[in-house]
């Protein structure tokens, strides 16, 4: 079972309801514009006023609060408030301007970007007592190449890990259906690869191809169409062309009908944070088929209000609030002392709750110098003689 996930949006509005924000004890979670047909413009101002009915508190109540418009994710101060049209003004113009069908949020301890950043420090101290456990499969098993780059971007578009800290298996895809081909022409405008002589017409939504040598090597794609004349349409086009040096493997790759094998015969650049990984036998029968990397990952900063993230919510609050609160500390030299051991309270809690509920590194697959049965072919002859 996968390990459950909060987004940025509600990791923001608990925290700023446990603060204790006017705003969100009335709108726990933001509220949708009622009326925008009064722009609230005063003083000669052409900034866009947001009308609420709802908004009913004096004058001097919204001042210096932020508006964070929770559709378009962009924040603004309050540099007024209208209280006899219930519209907030705010210092300079938005960039989409508010309609009905946005929500907001108000602010008026700390901005939508400060809780942010406060939210993304905890999530990096997380690590290595929470983290993140991904899978891969976008590595393409490419003809007589034996190291893969597991960090670097590449130009062509190969999928790579995220934040990997320690690899805890690899397997490698089996099929038994498919072909190989080696590639007439292609058509990178249009996505389009063509094998003369071949028909690819069984070929649905649930086949992929990639180019396992040649111009292009390393590509992958799921397939969109094929054609009796020997076209195939690539759902994500290729970045680099491929050209009558190219080969690619088609294979239905929803028809599984032998598991992904786990595979030993591997040596990474370091055991934590690996950037390569060497194969230390040819692979040459699965050339243009993938590669299954299960890693331990170091958790991702969220950058966006709909981005979630497996840490607990609970050591997120507590971490988020200690900084906050330290902010406090030193924009209020009178109050140091309190909202020091405010910070102290909640950074003590954030570490307990660490100690107390952790998360144990993964088993990992022991690598070894070769693979018993590392040829595909022969794989259930050598270890199911009885074909149980």
Do not use: C
Request: glycine letters at 6%; a negative charge.
């Amino acid at each position: 079972m996968a390990e459950p996930t909060t987004t940025r949006a509600t990791l923001r509005q608990e925290i700023a309801r446990e603060v204790g924000m006017p705003a969100f004890r009335r709108f726990p979670s933001g509220f949708t514009i009622q009326d925008t047909a009064e722009s609230g413009l005063t003083n000669a101002s052409d900034s866009a006023g947001i009308r609420d009915g709802r908004l009913t508190q004096k004058r001097n109540f919204w001042i210096n609060t932020w508006v964070y418009n929770v559709t378009t994710e962009e924040s603004r101060r309050t540099s007024d408030f209208l209280q006899e049209s219930n519209t907030l003004i705010p210092e300079y113009d938005w960039t989409t301007t508010p309609d009905t069908t946005h929500t907001i949020e108000i602010f008026n301890i700390h901005t939508p970007e400060e809780i942010h950043l406060a939210i993304n420090n905890a999530i990096g101290e997380a690590f290595p007592a929470f983290f993140n456990i991904s899978i891969s499969q976008d590595i393409v098993i490419e003809q007589d190449k034996l190291e893969y780059n597991l960090v670097t971007n590449n130009s062509d578009g190969r999928g790579i890990l995220t934040n990997p800290f320690r690899i805890k298996m690899v397997e490698l895809e089996r099929t038994g259906t498919g072909s190989t081909h080696r590639v007439t022409s292609a058509d990178t405008a249009a996505a389009t690869t063509t094998v003369s002589g071949s028909s690819f017409t069984a070929t649905d939504t649930g086949w992929m191809v990639s180019v396992y040598t040649g111009a292009g090597s390393g590509q992958l794609s799921s397939i969109t169409s094929g054609d009796s004349a020997g076209a195939i349409t690539w759902a994500t086009a290729p970045t680099i062309a491929p050209d009558t040096t190219s080969f690619i493997r088609v294979w239905d790759a929803g028809e599984q009908l032998y598991p992904w094998q786990p595979y030993t015969a591997i040596n990474f650049g370091a055991k934590d944070y690996p950037s390569t990984m060497k194969f230390l036998e040819s692979l040459r029968p699965e050339s243009g088929l993938r590669v299954r990397v299960t890693y331990v990952a170091e958790p991702q900063a969220l950058t966006a209000d709909s981005a979630t993230t497996v840490i607990p919510k609970q050591f997120i609050k507590h971490y988020a609030m200690a900084e906050l609160f330290n902010m406090r500390s030193r924009r209020k030299p009178g109050d140091v002392q309190k909202f020091q051991l405010m910070s102290d309270n909640e950074m003590r809690m954030a570490e307990k709750y660490k100690m107390d509920h952790g998360w144990d590194l993964p088993d990992q697959q022991i690598w070894t110098e070769e693979t018993f049965g590392s040829s595909r072919s022969d794989y259930f002859e050598v270890n199911n003689p009885l074909d149980w």
